[in-house]
């Protein structure tokens, strides 16, 4: 096969990295808005560097059209490839999100459904082993009746101040995730959300009109409780969890000897001696197995597992949290377009 890449960043890298290793892409494509960085990395992973115009239209480098593209570029540009793909007909996996905002994901989709392309969605977490366990365990009533979830994210450090302005702050961003981890493991969608966040810590959040620290209750459709949290400032290192809570049993994923946790009981577990760094290393193998996924999708061996459908709920709750923070109110899903 071969496969376009467009976006040379930290997650590009890494996705070319793993698609110059799998088997069955004879050759990688490399693209970037800044040509000398997509250059630099073909070198690193046997690809050749290409203009971004060329994977479209089989131009120049490319010499013909890809299999498929894989998209990692800046977030404002993810709805306009998605669109180019699509009337390129050509299968698309797409970093989240979509788009920032709501007309421009149902724009994107709207591409994608009128073409009869391929979208596939990273939301990494549902190819990560932990995950599948807990949703394998709700499916089979391991737990019994689900009466409270608990998701955490918790970065170790904020990104650059420049980054912020453009990340759709941290429901979208970086919530995002668990929102999607959470309808995926439960097989339950969300009725209402009441959120709230603290922009106490770094001046940089109050200037991009962000929270550095949230928290948001959701009542699922079934009357579970969950509660989603989420900071950029957890010096600890990089903390993701889940814990399921049943009538029979309990469940907790992301629960090993790297989660930077220390028990303050007298004869409990000290920190960690190795606590996870970021969502790289915690999610490698999440993230091979989700390109494995889109190579197997395009070749016509397996179903979408995250199509662009998936991506929109979940932005569409991060957009009722964004009502919730500022309205202090619970927001009802059925307020929100799209579904």
């Known amino acids: 096969m071969r496969i376009g890449l467009i976006g040379t960043g930290r997650i590009g890298t890494f996705h070319a990295e793993a698609l110059s290793r799998h088997p069955v892409v004879d050759a990688l494509l490399l693209a970037d808005a800044d040509p000398e960085r997509a250059a630099r990395t ?4 046997g690809a050749s560097a290409v203009a971004v115009e060329d994977l479209f239209t089989g131009a120049g480098g490319a010499r013909g059209l890809p299999d498929a593209v894989v998209i990692c570029s800046a977030t404002s540009a993810h709805a ?11 299968p698309v996996f797409c970093e989240k999100p979509i788009a920032l905002d709501l007309p421009g994901t149902l724009a994107a989709l709207a591409e994608v459904e009128a073409a009869g392309s391929v979208l596939q969605l990273g939301f990494m977490r549902r190819f990560d082993a932990g995950y599948g366990e807990a949703r394998a365990a709700v499916a089979e009533g391991r737990l019994g009746r689900l009466h409270t979830v608990r998701a955490t994210t918790s970065d170790p450090a904020p990104p650059p101040a420049a980054y912020l302005p453009l990340s759709g702050g941290l429901y979208r961003d970086c919530l995002v995730h668990d929102f999607d981890i959470l309808r995926w493991v439960t097989g339950r969608e969300v ?20 929270v550095d620290t949230a928290a948001v209750l959701l009542t699922l459709d079934d009357g579970t409780l969950a509660t989603a949290t989420a900071t950029r400032c957890n010096g600890a290192g990089y903390d993701v969890r889940m814990e399921l809570a ?13 989660t930077p946790l220390t028990s303050a009981e007298p004869d409990g577990p000290g920190a960690p001696a190795k606590p996870w760094p970021g969502f790289l290393e915690r999610f ?10 889109f190579l197997r999708v395009v070749r016509g061996e397996l179903a979408n597992p995250c199509d662009g459908r998936e991506a929109l709920h979940a932005l569409r709750i991060a957009e009722a949290c964004e009502i919730s923070r500022r309205e202090r109110r619970p927001v009802a899903m059925t307020e929100i377009p799209g579904g």
């Not at 306009?80 to 050509?90: K, Q, S, T």
């Open 246 to 258: 049943g009538e029979l049993d309990q469940l907790a994923v992301g629960l090993d000897d790297r």
């Open 80 to 90: 306009g490839l998605i669109a180019r793909a699509a009337r390129a007909g050509l």
């Open 42 to 45: 073909a070198v690193r992973t």
């Open 191 to 210: 009725g209402e959300v009441y959120a709230t966040g603290s922009d106490a810590g770094p001046a940089m959040f109050r200037a991009a009109g962000d």
């Open 284 to 293: 490698a193998p999440a993230y091979e197995a989700e390109l494995d996924a």
